[in-house]
Structures are given as C-alpha cells and as structure tokens.
C-alpha cells in the first residue's frame, strides 16, 4: 500500500505563486510515475502534470509555461510550483503516483492523497 500527503495549497492572490509538495510512503517501486492533478466545484479531475522517475514531464496546456513539476526520487517526494496563478486555478490539488500492481507486473494502478485546496482571489 502507498500513502500519500500533500501540503502548500492555501490562498493567493491572482498573479502570485505557490508551491505544492507530496510525500510518498509505503511500497514504492521506481517505475513509478508521479503526478499533480486537480478538481474544481462542477468539473471533472482533470491532468496537471506528470513526472517520471528519470525526469521526463507532461503538462496540461493550462499550466503549461508557468507551472514547473519536480521530484526527489531519494525522498519518494513531488513538487509543483505553479507562478502567474489566475482565478481558473482554484481547485483541489491531488497528488497521484502510479506504479505496477506488483514488482514486474504489466497492470499497474494509481494511488491518491487527500487533496489540498488552492484559492486564487482577484
């Protein structure tokens, strides 16, 4: 079992920046892929970024250009820093890995922390 938990959502003001962080605990293989993804009142769970282990990123054309996804394999841990933040940011924040079921198996399966909110007032 993975656990994950997220921390640095809060309230910020348009044009400003913030940084999320996500720790992983548990049984963690290192072809995992982790990730940032977000939720907003009436939206569905939509993509923000991505990191592979060995540091290749994905962006959603949203937060592409101003948004910067890092990890820290040694620690099992993924960053978000996200400047220029607008009011179409605020949402819930979902840290996300993704990894085999099991050591060496092709299915592999997704794991979610509890959210942290992120506010961006005008």
């Known amino acids: 079992q993975v656990q994950l938990v997220e921390s640095g959502g809060g309230l910020v003001q348009a044009g400003g920046s913030l940084r999320l962080s996500c720790a992983a605990s548990?049984?963690?293989?290192?072809?995992?892929?982790m990730g940032w993804y977000r939720q907003a009142p009436g939206k569905q769970r939509e993509l923000v970024a991505t990191?592979?282990?060995?540091?290749?990123?994905n962006y959603a054309d949203s937060v592409k250009g101003r948004s910067t996804i890092s990890r820290d394999n040694a620690k099992n841990a993924v960053y978000l820093q996200m400047n220029s933040l607008n009011s179409e940011d605020t949402a819930v924040y979902y840290c996300?890995?993704?990894?085999?079921?099991?050591?060496?198996?092709?299915?592999?399966?997704?794991?979610w922390g509890q959210g942290t909110q992120v506010t961006v007032s005008s």
């Open positions: 996300n890995l993704n990894q085999p079921l099991r050591l060496g198996a092709l299915s592999r399966t997704d794991y």
């Open positions: 548990g049984r963690i293989f290192s072809t995992n892929v």
């Open positions: 990191i592979r282990g060995g540091g290749i990123t």
